[in-house]
């Protein structure tokens, strides 16, 4: 177990969960999260600057939730959330369905080359002569 600093209030916190803020801020935003998503459910025309206002939470933390996908925009919502790639619309997340698929293919691209370097290189290693390279010779 290690002790560290929360990112958000600075107390001193049991670090287990690869979250780094303490209980006490997680909870915070979860009430916030709350909040916020029961607004949006009987708001639904609402703007971003009306949630933050009424609900007190700010609108980074709002897009937070909403980049994380645990929100969603709906329909005749008047948020805008945009792809952080190609600025299309979204609903939630980072990215759109086109930009998910893209990146996806190109990760997994990129996964298959190096697991194909790398048993390049073990086949490489496996043709080299034993013993440091040298051969006895029958005198």
């Known amino acids: ?33 709350q ?40 329909e005749g919502s008047n948020i805008i959330l945009e792809c952080e790639n190609c600025g299309q619309p979204i609903k939630s997340g980072k990215y759109c369905p086109e930009c998910s698929k893209k990146l996806e293919r190109e990760l997994t691209r990129a996964g298959n080359t190096a697991a194909n370097n790398t048993s390049r290189e073990n086949d490489d290693k496996d043709s080299k002569p034993k013993g440091g390279g040298m051969r006895y010779l029958k005198s």
């Open 1 to 33: 177990m290690e002790i560290k600093n929360c990112k958000r209030c600075g107390k001193m916190y049991s670090y287990i969960t690869g979250i780094p803020i303490c209980d006490q801020c997680k909870q915070k935003d979860e009430d916030d999260f």
């Open 35 to 74: 909040k916020v998503k029961k607004y949006i459910y009987e708001n639904r025309g609402a703007s971003m600057k009306e949630i933050s206002d009424d609900c007190e939470v700010s609108v980074e933390k709002i897009t937070r939730f909403l980049r994380d996908g645990r929100l969603e925009i709906k």
